[in-house]
């Protein structure tokens, strides 16, 4: 068929869904008007770890409006079937009021059913739990770790030996959590044995998975509502104990049950970026080409489940270097289980990586940008696979030309603005191009408007705007008169609504159904005698405004309308499909950029201020300008929290966490946000899918963290290994 006109795509438009949430029209969880719904609050465990000796409910239960304490004394046995097509990671996932023992302070020991929210939080305060405590552990630094997973190349250790260059430097990295502005929340409701919950969720189809395969119901007695999401940042990529125990209190109580994780609550609830220590060394010749990097990484995990995530790929490929040796061990700990956020494991080893490389530039007397350029690879050496696309080289080059980096002084501390130090810095940063099974529904009804659904989620980058793009333009529609639905388990399966792969797995999904509905169109109209295209041959025909028409002779064609209604058709139809292909990979897929920030650091008072912020970034074909810069502010806005303010901070004497608030867990502020500037590559890759998007929601994260830092070392000769980066560290 004849490539379809592309008139809504790459345009800068603004959300479809805008309206919707500036007047409080978007409904998120908890604002479903479900009737009759009751509301639940979980009671959490005071101890970090040990058994519950004694619950006493008799207080809570005299209470006006309780309906009903539930805790493990008298909670059926639930079947807790495995659930393979999950996020879970390999462990055995906490069962909610299953038996005795408390695993992680904060951990749900009983829930309170009121038919008001404040007499289910007053119930909450009054129910006794005794406890049996045993001392936790919750320090990485003390605890044991497991086994490490391992990857090697060369002869690592060896190649350090010899080599002429050697750096030896630890890191470490706080924990962080996701606190996006709307908190987790659950309304669930049987109707006889039919479940549906309202949920803030990155995946419909995995909450409804977990419900299936805890409560053991066929999937299609689980359906799963989420249409909008008040952020996420992945404390949404699986589904948490929370949601089983609004299920279960509904189930218990007869009543639907509105279930919402309090702020405190919401830092043991859901995941969090697990804290990790993290040692690398790294040798090179004194023109600064490596030779060989030894990575050993701890990070934590829960004592129940293993929870890894994407460290080790970063230090395989982004440079050119014949030894590599990566140990990633985790460490189990009493706390509930880690899972991934903004920019997960890339972040994480960029950070240490890049900071490095900027110490090696800085001892090689090297400019960092050249030093990065001479270990550029020409293949993944991870796999020896070509990259399908990869433009480090011209992001580095337009980022150094957009941010002025000839101003940066070579020589750290040498410039000075009354008490402040001024210093520029800058960082590579990679993230891999996930992409995974999708399907799409697509429905063009005789009035000329299509419907077009898939389960998805939108978190807040822009989902329902961004596929009515892809819609609009394959159907050959206005953005107008498509419109896409999502957040509902009936509609068409989609992967997680993470790790950069919606456009990629969705949108191709979505662009299979639309191209397939649009044929039907046009052979439609070709054979049929009564058309002014019949006879034509169908790639002649593209679609535009609603009506077919002749490529190269405008004046020859007729509207969808117009042929529907002829042929008597009340709709077209199709299911649109995106699978990855089969067989071996033929290509690496990434997204790259390069970040630059610059900083001025207060020498009396070690206070760090970005001043200003440049992502340049290489992520295929950008199908929603405008949504893309927001997502790189937004990921650069995120970074700028990992590195000066985000740290959840646990008293290892119990295992609490002391600052699981947003008053003492910072998060950037408008007044901690400078200047921010995101240029996208024009450009596609046409390995990665139909598209040619390499997804961009992560990348954008990675490498704030060391771009500040090593601007915080050009203006103060500090180098700080420990995120985030204090005052207290630079005084
Ligand atoms: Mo992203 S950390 O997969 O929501």
């Known amino acids: 068929m004849s490539p379809q006109p592309q008139a809504a795509v790459g345009a800068p438009l603004s959300r479809v869904d805008g309206r919707l949430k500036v007047t409080g029209k978007a409904l998120y969880a908890a604002e479903h008007e479900v009737g009759g719904a009751v509301h639940a609050v979980i009671v959490d465990a005071s101890v970090g ?101 391992n990857y090697a190349r060369g002869d690592a250790e060896a190649a350090l030996r010899s080599a002429v260059v050697r750096l030896d430097l630890t890191y470490q990295l706080a924990r962080n959590h996701h606190n996006p502005m709307e908190p987790h929340a659950t309304i669930a409701r049987w109707d006889g044995d039919k479940l549906t919950v309202w949920d803030k969720t990155q995946w419909v189809v995995g909450t409804q998975t977990e419900l299936s395969t805890v409560f053991d119901l066929p999937m299609d007695s689980v359906r799963v509502i989420s249409p909008f999401v008040g952020g996420a940042f992945g404390s949404g990529l699986r589904c948490w104990p929370h949601v089983v125990v609004a299920a279960l209190a509904a189930r218990e109580t007869g009543h639907p049950v509105k279930l919402v994780l309090s702020r405190r609550q919401m830092y043991f609830g859901a995941g969090f970026r697990p804290s990790y220590a993290y040692r690398l060394r790294l040798g090179s010749d004194r023109r600064g080409r490596l030779s060989a990097a030894v990575h050993d990484i701890d990070a934590e995990t829960s004592s129940y489940e293993t929870f890894t995530e994407a460290v080790l790929p970063a230090g395989q490929m982004l440079y050119s270097m014949p030894h590599v040796s990566q140990a990633y061990r985790t460490v189990p700990l009493d706390v509930n289980t880690p899972i991934w956020m903004r920019g997960p494991g890339f972040a994480t080893a960029s950070f240490v990586i890049e900071s490095a490389m900027d110490e090696l530039a800085d001892k090689l007397g090297i400019d960092p940008i050249e030093l990065r350029r001479r270990n550029e690879p020409n293949e993944d050496e991870s796999s020896g696979l070509p990259f399908s696309t990869r433009r480090l080289r011209e992001c580095y080059t337009v980022g150094a030309r957009e941010f002025g980096w000839h101003r940066r002084a070579s020589r750290p501390r040498s410039r000075r603005e009354g008490d402040w130090l001024i210093g520029l810095g800058m960082s590579a940063g990679v993230y891999d191009t996930a992409r995974n099974a999708a399907q799409a529904r697509v429905r063009l009804d005789a009035d000329g408007t299509a419907v077009v659904e898939a389960a998805s989620s939108d978190m807040g980058p822009g989902t329902y705007t961004s596929q009515t793009q892809v819609a609009a333009d394959a159907l050959g529609l206005t953005m107008r008169t498509v419109t896409f639905r999502l957040g509902d388990s009936l509609f068409p399966p989609t992967p997680p609504h993470g790790g950069s792969m919606t456009m990629a797995s969705v949108g191709s999904a979505v662009l299979d159904g639309c191209d397939k509905v649009r044929r039907q169109a046009i052979e439609l109209a070709v054979e049929d005698r009564e058309s002014p295209l019949y006879g034509v041959a169908a790639d002649d025909i593209v679609v535009r405004g609603g009506r077919l028409h002749v490529k190269n002779d405008p004046a020859r064609g007729e509207t969808y309308r117009a042929l529907l209604a002829r042929n008597h058709r009340t709709h077209l139809e199709s299911l649109g499909s995106f699978t990855r292909p089969s067989g071996p990979q033929r290509h690496s897929f990434y997204a790259y950029n390069a970040t630059f920030a610059e900083v001025a650091v207060d020498v009396t008072l070690g206070l760090v201020r970005v001043r200003r912020m440049l992502g340049v970034y290489d992520a295929g074909r950008i199908i929603s300008p405008k949504l893309a810069e927001s997502q790189a502010i937004g990921g650069i806005v995120g970074g700028i929290g990992t590195t000066l303010l985000e740290h959840t901070v646990t008293d290892h004497r119990d295992g609490r966490i002391v600052n699981a608030n947003l008053a003492d867990y910072l998060v950037p502020v408008n007044a901690d946000v400078p200047e921010v500037r995101a240029i996208y590559l024009d450009g596609e890759d046409r390995e990665a899918d139909p598209l040619g998007v390499k997804g961009l929601g992560e990348v954008v994260h990675v490498g704030v963290a060391p771009a500040i830092a090593n601007a915080v070392h050009n203006a103060t000769g500090r180098r700080i290994r420990t995120l985030p980066i204090t005052a207290e560290a630079l005084l």
């Open 49 to 149: 770890r040990g058994r519950i000796t004694s619950i006493d409910t008799g207080d809570a239960e005299a209470q006006p409006g309780v309906l009903k304490v539930i805790h493990h004394r008298n909670t059926p046995k639930l079947p807790y079937r495995d659930n393979s097509g999950s996020n879970n990671p390999p462990g055995r996932r906490l069962r909610v009021f299953q038996d005795d023992r408390v695993l992680f302070h904060g951990q749900p020991v009983a829930v309170v059913v009121a038919t008001t929210l404040e007499a289910a939080q007053h119930g909450a305060s009054l129910v006794e739990v005794g406890y049996d405590a045993e001392q936790p552990s919750t320090d990485l630094a003390e605890a044991q770790p497991g086994d490490p997973t």
